[in-house]
């Protein structure tokens, strides 16, 4: 007959390896969710209002962005790099100049979800960027 105290360290054991087990799941990859056009819908954070903001991600690691502050304003368009480390989207503009910050990806039911710090911007996945924005900058 097993010792009490035997039985509890096999089942400490058997406790600590799902632990182990469940900690070490794998990070989704999202690199094959993350092409295509989507809008952006609400902003936490700094904005007290939502910018407007489309954004075309091409699947060969570049990006496309028109941004439009306000109603009085036109859409600017940024041009760029992005990758994709786990789950961590970071990116350089055309320029080399870096993106502010990396952000923690999560793409559930064609919605995008950027997090970074206390930020979180919400996009859902659009057919295309329409033209009339594509063009209206220049």
């Known amino acids: 007959m097993m010792k009490f105290s035997n039985i509890l ?3 400490m054991a058997a406790v600590i390896s799902a632990i182990v087990f469940c900690a070490c799941e794998k990070e989704k990859d999202y690199r ?3 092409p ?7 902003v936490s ?4 209002q939502t910018p407007q903001v489309y954004l075309d991600i091409v699947g060969d690691g570049k990006f ?7 109603e009085n304003s036109s859409y600017v368009r ?27 990806v999560e ?8 997090t970074s ?13 329409p033209d009339s924005i594509q063009i209206s900058n220049f």
Request: no cysteine.
């Open 45 to 48: 954070g700094q904005y007290g």
């Open 117 to 129: 710090g206390s930020e979180e911007s919400i996009y859902k996945r659009i057919s295309s960027i």
């Open 32 to 34: 094959n969710d993350l």
């Open 107 to 114: 793409v559930t039911d064609g919605m995008l979800t950027l």
């Open 64 to 70: 496309v962005i028109f941004q439009r502050l306000d």
């Open 9 to 11: 360290r096999y089942l």
């Open 78 to 104: 940024y041009d760029g790099s992005w990758t994709l480390t786990g789950n961590r989207l970071s990116g350089n503009y055309t320029d080399g100049t870096p993106w502010a910050a990396a952000y923690t």
């Open 36 to 42: 295509g056009a989507w809008e952006l819908v609400s």
